[in-house]
């Protein structure tokens, strides 16, 4: 039999038709966060053993928009951007394991197969949905990155609209918010084959970016609505208080996590 290669599903004998290829990846990306508040208990419902809720501020969450540019090692996906680019929506919230506070993606979508393929490595529960934000741009009548600028951003999945924000930059800030600021907590499972078997994985793991780097970051205020759906529950984690909401432009990189429980 002849050896079959690939970082990720589908393995072949050369490995030039699997679906990502081994990290490390690197991302450059436009972010719009919105932090707000919301019934703790909605958060902490969400947080499967062994995590906590975070002892701080344990009702607080970001709902992230992201443009996305991405690419392996080499680079070449820049060239051929249909594999590069992507975008996505996610929900981060805080918890804590053994006495450290974590950040934790519980729901997130993306547009495209390879950044679910990477979701299932990371532990991101990563959905199809359809994503947009204002890009910004010094020319024409798309905003500038300056105070008054206004930014919108849409989520939706399964044909109907989950969430939407408008975003109106202020100034400058020395902080993009503190939900998603922290190493990442997620869990892995993948079901077992058989009828009614265990999980074949379930373990606890931790990831955070090996490199960053970012521009300026802009706070303002934001309008943020959530909506109801028959398959998604975004909209239980209510817009009950606002926190915050920025705007910043980044370059990272992502290549491997740790493993922080093997079996829950």
């Known amino acids: 039999m002849a050896p079959v290669r690939g970082f990720f599903y589908p393995r072949t004998p050369s ?15 436009d972010l719009l966060t919105i932090e707000y508040r919301t019934d703790p208990a909605k958060v902490a419902a969400l947080l499967p053993a062994p995590l906590l809720p975070a002892e701080e501020d344990p009702g607080a969450v970001a709902l992230i928009w992201a443009d996305w540019q991405s690419c392996s090692a080499d680079g070449r996906q820049l060239l051929d951007p249909v594999l590069a680019q992507y975008k996505e929506c996610f929900a981060v919230v805080r918890c804590r394991f053994e006495g450290r506070t974590y950040s934790r993606c519980v729901y997130i979508w993306v547009d495209k197969d390879f950044a679910i393929a990477r979701g299932i490595h990371q532990g991101y529960p990563k959905k199809l949905g359809s994503i947009h934000q204002t890009r910004p741009h010094p020319y024409g009548p ?3 990155l300056a105070p008054g600028a206004r930014f919108g951003a849409t989520l939706a999945a399964g044909d109907r609209r989950l969430a939407e924000a408008v975003l109106t930059l202020e100034a400058e800030s020395e902080t993009g918010g503190f939900v998603n600021g922290h190493p990442m907590a997620h869990h892995r499972w993948l079901p077992g ?5 265990p999980d074949t994985v379930a373990e606890l793991i931790s990831s955070g970016a090996a490199a960053f780097e970012g521009g300026p970051v802009w706070r303002g205020n934001a309008e943020l609505r959530l909506f109801p759906s028959p398959a998604e529950e975004l909209a239980e984690l209510t817009v009950d208080e606002p926190i915050g909401a920025y705007y910043q432009q980044i370059g990272v990189v992502w290549d491997g996590g740790s493993v922080l429980a093997p079996r829950v």
């Open 15 to 29: 490995g030039l038709a699997a679906l990502i290829p081994p990290p490390p990846w690197h991302y450059s990306g």
């Open 142 to 144: 798309a905003p500038r």
């Open 193 to 197: 084959i058989a009828k009614d078997a």
